[in-house]
């Protein structure tokens, strides 16, 4: 049955879920269930319900991002409380590994970005995002505790949208357009953690635009910002996004308007 769910100059209609959650993690939230909004260019998706795997910032997610105008649904996985089968030393029956049923492929399609709620660990991030991105091609932005940026996602193979790893080694269809860190689950999310995922969306939804950026040289020494990784030009090439260039010693091509002269 169609719920309105704000109330004020828009409201917006949501499908109710087909059972209230049982377990301990979430009130009306259940594995494999869907809030299906009317129409919607964002999908939200929550790892499967347990005692660590708890669904409080995703719900704040959706309805912050809701009250700024973005319409979107909320799905929980069937399977997402584990790691992706291709995991390092991970020997588990394949039906405890992290997955997408067809079903959930399906239901990803309609959506023109996905925001992915992740955990505190580092590597089951990294190997979650790429196995998510490996079966949906659409711009992922991910929301986590851990602290991580977009070269740990490129050197595992993953496309970002600011550093990607050289073709032969690149392992997905979609890619990640934006990271959200210091997001605890079972903790309130901060309104500035909601206004910085909303300003994510916007500039993931797709033609997204990076920021300008300009060719640099072969030879010069730079500096990736975020993380700050130093390293010499190695080539420079240009595409609709603006200019990349490769560091010598890496597999990675690094958008110019994250780098400055070292």
Not at 93 to 105: G, I
Not at 159 to 167: A, D, G, K, M, S
Not at 211 to 223: D, H, I, K, Q, Y
């Amino acid at each position: 049955m169609p719920v309105t769910t704000t109330i004020g100059r828009k409201s917006q209609y949501i499908d109710c879920r087909a059972e209230i959650g049982v377990g301990v993690s979430a009130g009306i939230a259940q594995r494999g269930t869907i809030g299906l909004a009317l129409k919607y260019d964002v999908l939200v998706l929550g790892m499967s319900g347990t005692r660590r795997h708890v669904f409080k910032p995703v719900c704040e997610i959706s309805m912050g991002l809701r009250e700024r105008g973005i319409e979107l649904s909320v799905m929980i996985l069937s399977t997402g409380e584990g790691v992706p089968e291709d995991f390092p030393g991970t020997f588990a029956v394949k039906d405890t590994f992290m997955h997408l049923t067809p079903k959930e492929l399906e239901q990803m399609k309609p959506a023109k970005v996905l925001i992915a709620h992740f955990g505190n660990v580092k590597r089951h991030v990294l190997y979650k995002a790429r196995m998510l991105l490996r079966n949906i091609d659409r711009p992922c932005i991910i929301v986590c505790q851990t602290p991580i940026d977009f070269e740990d996602f490129a050197e595992l193979g993953v496309r970002t949208l600011y550093v990607r790893p050289i073709e032969e080694n690149v392992g997905t269809k979609g890619y990640v357009s934006g990271i959200i860190t210091d997001v605890a689950r079972g903790v309130t999310c901060s309104k500035s953690k909601i206004d910085e995922t909303a300003r994510e969306v916007w500039i993931s939804m797709p033609p997204s635009h990076l920021e300008p950026s300009l060719p640099l040289e072969a030879g010069r020494t730079v500096r990736y910002v975020p993380t700050r990784t130093k390293g010499v030009i190695e080539d420079v090439q240009n595409d609709e996004q603006g200019w990349w260039a490769k560091l010598e010693g890496t597999d990675l091509w690094y958008h110019t308007s994250k780098l400055e002269y070292a």
